[in-house]
């Protein structure tokens, strides 16, 4: 019976032991183990299949066309008729036009070049984080005999037809594999606090701002100072005038607090790992994402005493909090878990406000990117997709895919914004994915 047979297709089809069914063949094919086997037929590499089928159709997709907006009726001369019409406010069509401009980005390679011959360019990247200009990239890449070695990229070229940039990446070597970083700016210099693996005993790098100058490398000052600390996962320092020397570290069960001039430290206990951190300007408090789900606050100029509560506001997510960002007036906290769930949570009544969907995570610390300035939420899942939200209503506004097949050692990092390259650069996307570097134009 024909409506029978594409009923089956169309539902949804029971998933039996030991068997997969092919939607092309409409019938079930049994499911051999997936070890001492030729060629062997397993559940996992069938869902690879699928996942990469569906990767390089959106990537023919996006070639072919330009990426169309999710939002029906909207276009660059609805917006300005009604802006004109005054049924529009300022920042509701500046809003609208960000949108816009996010769903026409096109993927662009990037040719890297180095003044230094001994830059092979061979090695992968594995973050790339920008500094405030964002005329200069710092960049951590994975060294094949083991290690990470540190490099800065300047953006300049981007300005030019040919897409090409100067990458300096003889910096710092260290046989640690980086687990977590964050880059802090101060008045007059900024420091990158640099954390190393989980499984051995790490440490905290401070590296001096004058990395970012467009001096030689072989001019360039070396690492301020380096504090060993066990099971680290996460740190942050201290923009607040109260506490500007100091940073944290998140280690197993434990926050650790630094001052880098005196070397006092301060110990808070957790019942959890601290896998997410990040300071408040405006009052001296830190900000802390757990394992366990739960995240808290902690006021540093306070003593820890026993006995003493010293947690101030306490949130909680089903699943382990992987990242944690504050917006800029400090009355709101993003935060997103390894069950692929971003949140914003409002701090001054502890409710979540607002719930990102789509996002994809079961077991990585991957971290979110907020930009209030052009209004966007972009977070990169495990699944290897760069996906943007309207920070406003949550609205989901692309979905961009992988250049390389999904992998764990594939998943790209990203830095996005509107003065991507200074005053004189392209505004945009940059991803980097293995070896390569990508620019989406945000014009």
């Not at 660059?76 to 300022?90: A, D, E, I, T, V």
């Not at 923009?239 to 944290?248: E, Y």
């Not at 989901?396 to 003065?419: E, G, N, Q, W, Y």
């Amino acid at each position: 019976d024909p409506s029978s047979s594409s009923l089956t297709q169309n539902s949804v089809v029971p998933e039996l032991p030991g068997f997969y069914y092919d939607s092309e063949k409409n019938r079930y094919f049994r499911l051999l183990p997936g070890h001492n086997n030729y060629n062997p037929l397993t559940k996992e590499s069938i869902q690879y299949k699928a996942m990469e089928c569906k990767r390089l159709r959106l990537l023919e997709e996006e070639e072919k066309q330009k990426k169309k907006t999710t939002r029906a009726g909207l276009n660059s001369s609805m917006l300005l008729q009604k802006r004109q019409l005054g049924l529009l406010s300022s920042t509701s069509y500046c809003r609208l036009v960000h949108e816009l401009k996010v769903n026409c980005m096109q993927r662009r390679k990037i040719e890297i070049h180095s003044p230094d011959s001994s830059v092979t360019g061979t090695n992968n990247f594995k973050i790339i984080v920008a500094d405030v200009a964002c005329e200069r990239i710092f960049t951590v890449n994975d060294v094949e005999h083991g290690g990470c070695k540190y490099g800065i990229i300047n953006l300049s070229g981007l300005g030019k037809e040919s897409l090409t940039v100067e990458m300096y990446d003889n910096l710092y070597f260290t046989n640690r594999k980086v687990l977590e970083k964050s880059l802090f700016s101060l008045t007059h210099f900024s420091k990158l606090c640099l954390m190393g693996i989980a499984e051995t005993p790490g440490c905290a790098s401070l590296l001096p701002a004058s990395l970012f100058s467009n001096t030689y490398p072989g001019d360039r000052p070396g690492m301020l100072c380096s504090f060993k600390i066990s099971t680290a996962w996460s740190c942050a320092w201290c923009l607040n005038p109260q506490a500007d020397n100091c940073f944290s570290t998140g280690l197993t069960r434990r926050v650790l607090v630094t001052n880098v001039v005196t070397g006092h430290r301060q110990t808070f206990g957790t019942n959890s790992d601290v896998l997410a951190q990040q300071f408040a300007t405006q009052t001296p408090v830190l900000y802390n994402g757990c394992r366990s789900g739960e995240i808290f606050s902690i006021d540093v100029r306070q003593r820890n005493r026993k006995g003493q509560s010293w947690k101030a506001i306490r949130l909680f997510h089903d699943s382990a909090v992987t990242s944690i960002h504050l917006l800029e007036a400090e009355h709101y906290l993003m935060a997103a878990d390894m069950a692929g769930k971003i949140k914003l949570w409002d701090l001054r009544t502890t409710k979540c406000v607002k719930q990102y969907k789509g996002h994809h995570n079961e077991y990585a610390i991957l971290p979110l990117h907020v930009n209030e300035e052009e209004g966007l939420l972009i977070a990169v899942g495990q699944d290897c997709y760069t996906r943007i939200w309207s920070l406003q209503d949550a609205h989901l506004l692309r979905t961009i895919p992988s250049p390389h097949p999904s992998s764990k050692d594939a998943i790209p990092s990203v830095v996005f914004s509107s003065k991507l390259g200074g005053s004189r650069g392209v505004p945009g996307l940059l991803m980097a994915v293995k070896q390569d570097l990508y620019h989406f134009s945000y014009n």
